[in-house]
């Protein structure tokens, strides 16, 4: 039997091929990697306000005067942000930002948040604007969530753990 030897260099080659075919097949995924790729790139296909019934009741009595936001996508999946008081401007301002909210990527938050921000800053500063920018922002990480199959609080160190991928511009 033939013995060929391997030189250093053919052995980086043939470790460095066989690293790129674990990567190519997914063997060097981080967690929830396979489930992102099955979803492929989301676009925001409805933006919806949640009004609390008026007859539930919280703690002595108090009326709740929270508003919820659902940001609907065409993968199926429904990301849900939280906002208060109110409901009338905070519908009006949701109605207002929704054009620039439909048809965009929930996944890519920083790049949504600055559009609206920037859209938002040459109004008076502060209310419902702002209130509805922080919802559609906490819905955007429920769907990141959602779709990584991890819990949001994984998603926030993203940077640090890379467990999902929230991409800027």
């Given at each position: 039997m033939q013995s060929k030897a391997i030189s250093r260099r053919g052995l980086l080659k043939a470790a460095a091929a066989g690293s790129l075919a674990a990567a190519g097949n997914g063997a060097?995924?981080?967690?929830?990697?396979?489930?992102?790729?099955?979803?492929g790139?989301?676009?925001?296909?409805k933006i919806e306000a949640v009004r609390f019934r008026g007859d539930l009741r919280l703690v002595e009595g108090i009326e709740p005067n929270w508003m919820w936001v659902r940001l609907h996508t065409d993968k199926g999946i429904v990301g849900l942000g939280e906002?208060?008081?109110?409901?009338?401007?905070?519908?009006?301002?949701?109605?207002?930002?929704?054009?620039m909210v439909?048809?965009?990527?929930?996944?890519?938050?920083?790049?949504?948040?600055?559009?609206?921000?920037?859209?938002i800053s040459y109004q008076p500063w502060g209310g419902a604007d702002t209130r509805m920018l922080t919802a559609i922002n906490i819905a955007q990480w429920d769907i990141l969530g959602k779709a990584a199959g991890l819990p949001v609080y994984k998603c926030l160190a993203a940077k640090r753990r890379r467990n999902c991928s929230s991409t800027t511009p």
């Open positions: 060097l995924d981080t967690p929830g990697a396979g489930r992102r790729r099955k979803r790139p989301m676009k925001i296909t906002s208060y008081p109110g409901y009338e401007a905070h519908r009006g301002a949701l109605k207002e930002l929704a054009g439909i048809g965009k990527d929930p996944t890519k938050i920083e790049r949504l948040w600055q559009d609206l921000f920037y859209h």
